[in-house]
């Protein structure tokens, strides 16, 4: 395979040539037992171009074609040349993610390598010997080894463009401006949005049941720090958080970028490498955290989550709860509002009201045609007010809740109103600022970025200056 090293001092854009690469074959007559030269043609894989200290081969065109196909994407209309401008930003933000020391955690990849290669096999039946050769790769090593540098590289690209807009923020004189700058006939419509608020009810577990847990948790503390047990061993046999396997059995922390809920959080950064945390609770059960490695400001860690057992007894108790907060609503005793208040078991609704927030717009409106299509299914028939009956579902956790819901005002679909929607705007603005800044980060690092292309794509049409014309 033919490489060639970049430079960070030079600036200047290139365009490397096409070569053919021809690799003498020397043929062996049998009879005369004398060497035949030979020459029979071998395309080598050449470089297309070359972003900082990264390489895009010929051969990765066609490659992130496939992965996005393989993926559900439709690149229909899409030609070579936007392929290739994709990969071009993604090396461009890889490098510079280099350049400012950020870093992605290595055990997190290769979970992530996992769960593409499971995904992918669902297109070949489970076959991995037809997937390594559809991939072109000598066995399943090769092509996890490649998976995982382009993984590894996206995830620099991503984490680079979050940096980027980190720090974006718009006030409430540009979202005016932003709004009065669109003609009114352009204005964004705006589908039928509705209100929703729920009063949801939890079987709840017994003393004796969370204590058994605790116990449990408290002899696997024990096995690890006294008698030096693997706690990977007790997170593979007894864990029940089934994304810590797709993580490869790790989570990495920042302590400056929040992930995973608050008390597990600080259960984990209070540890030193290799401690292991006291039992603790969260919304998903009770957890033991063991601290594998401390990198400055990023925690490697695992843990083992075990959620108490519901019993029978407490389903049933919880829905026919239900069922009487809801016979009292329905018989005018008692508004929904003042019902969640005083039943509903959601602590982040039920002080208000049971309204639900949108988790896109963060407000109480939720657009029908982009509404989640299970929530929209329970409230699709309700009239406004009207109590629905009481629904069971399984929350976020895994464990039966029962809900019942109802419709608390419904706008019919409009024309943006700049007052009615404001953090919509607001959205749509912050995201065009969030854009520009991006491509202004992106015009000034392609020229002070040593970048260069073969004649293959020197006729593109890029959308950014990747020829440096």
């Not at 979970?111 to 096999?121: A, K, M, P």
């Not at 503390?221 to 008698?227: A, K, Q, S």
């Not at 109590?387 to 895994?398: F, I, M, N």
Request: glycine share 6%.
């Amino acid at each position: 395979m033919s490489i060639l090293f970049a430079t960070n001092n030079v600036i200047a854009q290139e365009i490397i040539e096409d070569k053919k690469e021809e690799k003498p074959v020397e043929k062996v007559d049998e009879k005369k037992d004398t060497v035949v030269n030979s020459f029979k043609p071998v395309k080598i894989d050449g470089v297309a171009a070359v972003v900082g200290n990264f390489i895009i081969l010929e051969s990765d065109v066609p490659k992130e074609r496939e992965q996005i196909i393989a993926a559900g994407g439709n690149l229909d209309g899409v030609t070579d040349c936007e392929l290739m401008g994709t990969l071009l930003e993604k090396k461009l933000y890889a490098h510079h993610a280099i350049q400012d020391s950020i870093q992605v955690s290595d055990a997190e990849i290769r979970g992530q390598v996992d769960y593409q290669i499971q995904q992918f096999l669902q297109y070949f039946n489970g076959d991995m010997k037809k997937l390594i050769a559809y991939y072109k790769k000598d066995d399943e090593k090769s092509l996890r080894d490649e998976m995982f540098e382009i993984t590894k590289s996206n995830q620099l690209a991503s984490k680079m463009q979050g940096n980027i807009v980190e720090g974006v923020e718009i006030t409430p004189e540009e979202v005016r401006e932003y709004f009065d700058k669109i003609p009114k006939d352009k204005r964004p419509f705006f589908g039928t949005e509705l209100k929703v608020a729920q009063i949801i009810a939890e079987p709840k577990t017994t003393e004796e049941e969370e204590q058994r847990i605790i116990d449990k948790l408290n002899g696997f503390r024990e096995d690890v720090l006294e008698r030096g047990a693997s706690f990977r061993s007790k997170a593979v046999l007894y864990g029940e958080d089934p994304g810590l396997k797709d993580a490869g059995y790790i989570y990495t922390l920042d302590r400056k970028k929040p992930r995973m809920v608050k008390e597990f959080r600080q259960a984990a950064f209070a540890l030193q490498e290799g401690g292991v945390s006291e039992p603790f609770k969260t919304d998903f059960g009770y957890h033991i955290v063991y601290c594998q490695k401390i990198r400055g400001q990023q925690y490697d860690v695992s843990h083992v989550l075990i959620k108490p057992k519901v019993s029978d007894k407490a389903i049933k108790e919880a829905k026919e709860r239900l069922e009487k907060v809801r016979q009292r609503i329905v018989d005018g005793e008692i508004s929904f509002a003042d019902a969640a208040k005083e039943a509903s078991d959601e602590k982040e609704t039920k002080n208000d009201g049971g309204q639900l927030i949108n988790p896109e717009t963060q407000d109480y409106n939720f657009e029908l045609t982009r509404m989640e299509p299970e929530l929209y299914s329970q409230i699709q028939n309700l009239k406004d007010d009207e109590v629905s009956l009481v629904l069971a579902e399984q929350d976020r956790t895994g464990n039966t809740k029962f809900k019942i819901l109802t419709v608390t005002d419904r706008i019919d679909e409009h024309q943006a109103d700049y007052a009615r929607d404001f953090l919509k705007i607001k959205g749509l603005a912050l995201k065009e600022k969030q854009l520009k800044t991006v491509s202004d980060w992106q015009s000034e690092k392609i020229m002070d970025t040593y970048i260069k292309i073969n004649e293959n794509f020197r006729d593109c049409d890029f959308s950014s200056n990747w020829l440096k014309k």
